[in-house]
């Protein structure tokens, strides 16, 4: 009995604290029941010492499943929805001495099994000296799922941009840059930590900063924004880019960049082979309409003279005067055919070069006797400077290519050069030595400088130009003297008051190792001429009529006998009945069988026969053919007598004759070769 009467005690006792605690906490507080009541978060009220709950709030019981009979009075550690919490009473008391807990993301699993997640806060305080723990308990399952998707998204964002060809960049209201991807840092080259400082300004060029402000204020007003623009990257160079931009629901910027440099440049490349194919197409037809005047002109006086010729009343005097424009004629007309062919076989890659040794004193002096007529009939002052000592006057090169471009400076001089003079010369340094011709005409404009030496141009394109000429010698020229390593260009001169006084056009030729034989360019054809050969058995294979009369007369006084073919086929049967021809110049352009077929038939049977191919065709490449056929040389269209009558005479010239020409000879065979 007296146990039972002790126990009735505790309980009455316990009670009676129980009733003081809840009077305490709520009597005077009616304001804090409501709001305990009412609370969308869960309260629970402990007793510190006990770690019995004492009360709980209807949310709370809602949220965990339990009735507020199987809360009340059971220690918090005996709820299985926080037995991981307070695994043990233990666990309870660190909690009464820290007097605080918090956990921000706590699993528990309610009454029915379903497990939630939620953000837990406990703390310990006094109320009227006795010792409470409130703990409150805010159900974030919804929100941590939430969460959970945001940060899904968010990666699947960052692994999209990072990922991205584009610059992505992504500003805030304000046009600050939030996030930047990897594409952005390596297109601007600033470091990641930087631009996240910037704005659009400070990557924007400076003459642009005003423009693309608007764009971004367009860009918050209507809600998207495409354009190339400009940026400034850290080294301070500018890349063209294409930006895609669009505002985002909550007023960030987003926008997109691709580099489109090389796309520019292509654009910009392909706009500059266009406005040359257009500018090509109309010099070619300038150029075409210059020919049918350059080619007709002569023409017309050719035939007009001819044709003026067949009057049988004509005196010595006008015959020989229309001769010789009818030669002069002639003579413009292979100049513009020679040109024509030269650019073709410079634009198919047909020229060769033929290195040998020259005298550069020796070059400067025959173009200038060659050319001193000429210059004295328009009354014009000829000079070369001839300053090299003899030892130093040998240059390694092309010298045919050398004399051509030479050749056309000094015609090019004396034709636009109307009074005054020209002087052509010579200068010899470490490396190169510097050709020049210098002339007080008109000389060049500037703005044509830069285009004078291309094809198809001329100083002018009209039809109602001064001076005659296809305008491909400088062209010709130019593309020589870089085959030969060097270069060509022209300045104005400059006379004492200032003002610009004709032009110099120079060029350099780069130095070799010279060789040691030297060679001296002095052909005397017509004087060889008179040294005759014995007198030759000659069978001339030409199939137009014109071209074999012609060849007759210029091997007179050089023949015994001439026999005549017209087909290849003839040419090797005639040489079959006669062993004893001598010499055979043969036409390659032939009916049923061409030249090169035909020498190498009569080669299967006659070895010593002289054979000179001779052909209208003069392309690179034709001289080789020739010989590797069977030829002994080879000559150009039209043939000039004095060098066909000099080939001629080194194949047969008396014994005693031979040395005496041999250098000439040698001299001419490298001299026509190119």
Not at 95 to 117: A, H, M, W
Not at 203 to 217: D, M, R
Request: charged share 30%; net charge neutral.
């Amino acid at each position: 009995m007296r146990k039972v009467a002790v126990t009735n005690n505790q309980e009455r006792s316990s009670n009676k604290k129980k009733s003081l605690l809840l009077e305490e906490l709520y009597a005077s507080e009616e304001r804090y029941r409501r709001l305990f009541e009412s609370a969308k978060d869960g309260i629970l009220i402990l007793d510190a010492e006990t770690g019995k709950i004492v009360d709980v709030n209807p949310f709370l019981i809602e949220l965990l499943g339990y009735s507020k009979k199987n809360l009340i009075e059971k220690s918090i550690w005996e709820i299985g929805a926080f037995k991981d919490i307070y695994k043990n009473k233990a666990k309870f008391l660190e909690l009464q001495k820290t007097e605080y807990v918090r956990y921000d993301d706590l699993p528990l699993v309610t009454s029915n099994g379903r497990k939630i997640y939620v953000e837990f806060v406990s703390n310990v305080y006094l109320a009227n000296n006795i010792k409470v723990i409130q703990c409150n308990i805010r159900d974030i399952t919804e929100n941590r799922q939430i969460k959970k998707q945001i940060e899904e998204s968010e990666e699947k964002f960052r692994i999209i941009t990072e990922n991205s060809a584009d610059a992505i960049l992504i500003t805030d209201k304000e046009g600050k840059y939030i996030y930047v991807n990897r594409q952005a840092v390596d297109l601007l080259g600033y470091p990641k930590e930087e631009l996240l400082t910037f704005t659009l300004a400070d990557i924007s060029p400076k003459n642009k900063i005003e423009e693309y402000l608007q764009f971004f204020q367009q860009l918050v007003a209507t809600g998207s924004y495409y354009s190339e623009i400009e940026l400034v990257r850290k080294d301070g160079s500018y890349v063209d880019t294409d930006l895609n931009a669009v505002r985002l629901p909550n007023g960030w910027v987003y926008s997109s960049c691709r580099d489109i440099s090389k796309r520019k440049t292509l654009e910009t490349d392909l706009i500059k082979e266009k406005e040359r194919a257009e500018e090509s197409d109309r010099l070619k037809s300038a150029f075409l309409a210059n020919m049918s005047h350059e080619i007709r002109t002569p023409m017309n006086g050719i035939l007009g003279f001819t044709e003026l010729l067949k009057n049988l009343n004509l005196k010595d005097e006008e015959q020989q005067e229309f001769i010789q424009i009818i030669e002069k004629s002639g003579n413009r007309m292979l100049s513009i055919l020679n040109d024509i062919i030269s650019i073709s076989r410079i634009e198919s890659y047909q020229i060769e070069v033929s290195v040998s040794e020259t005298n550069v004193n020796e070059q400067l002096e025959y173009i200038y006797h060659f050319f001193k007529l000429e210059a004295e009939h328009k009354k014009l002052q000829f000079s070369f400077n001839k300053t090299l000592p003899k030892i130093k006057a040998f240059l390694k090169t092309d010298r045919e290519k050398v004399y051509a471009v030479l050749t056309n400076l000094v015609k090019n001089a004396i034709k636009f050069t109307e009074t005054g003079s020209i002087e052509l010369g010579v200068l010899k340094y470490d490396r190169f030595f510097e050709f020049y011709v210098k002339d007080s005409g008109p000389g060049v404009p500037e703005e044509q400088k830069e285009f004078i030496f291309e094809r198809f141009r001329q100083g002018s394109e009209t039809l109602n130009r001064n001076y005659e000429g296809a305008g491909l010698g400088l062209s010709i020229s130019k593309a020589y003297i870089e085959m030969l390593g060097g270069k060509i260009w022209v300045e104005n001169n400059t006379g004492r008051n200032g003002n610009a006084r004709g032009a110099t056009f120079y060029f350099t030729i780069p130095i070799r190792p010279k060789e040691s034989n030297q060679i001296t360019l002095d052909i005397k054809s017509e004087e060889m001429t008179k040294n005759e050969a014995r007198k030759l058995n000659i069978l001339i294979v030409e199939n137009d009529k014109m071209s074999e009369i012609l060849l007759i007369k210029m091997v007179e006084g050089l023949t015994r006998n001439i026999i005549k073919a017209t087909t290849g086929v003839e040419a090797v049967e005639i040489c079959r009945k006669n062993p004893d021809i001598d010499l055979i110049l043969m036409d390659i352009n032939m009916p049923e069988m061409d030249g090169y077929v035909a020498t190498r038939k009569i080669r299967e049977f006659n070895k010593e026969v002289v054979i000179i191919a001779q052909t209208a065709y003069a392309l690179a490449g034709d001289r080789e053919k020739s010989i590797a056929a069977g030829c002994n040389d080879y000559i150009a269209k039209p043939i000039d007598r004095g060098n066909l009558r000099v080939m001629v005479y080194s194949y047969f010239s008396e014994e005693n004759e031979t040395t005496k020409w041999a250098n000439d000879v040698t001299n001419y065979k490298s001299y026509v070769t190119v």
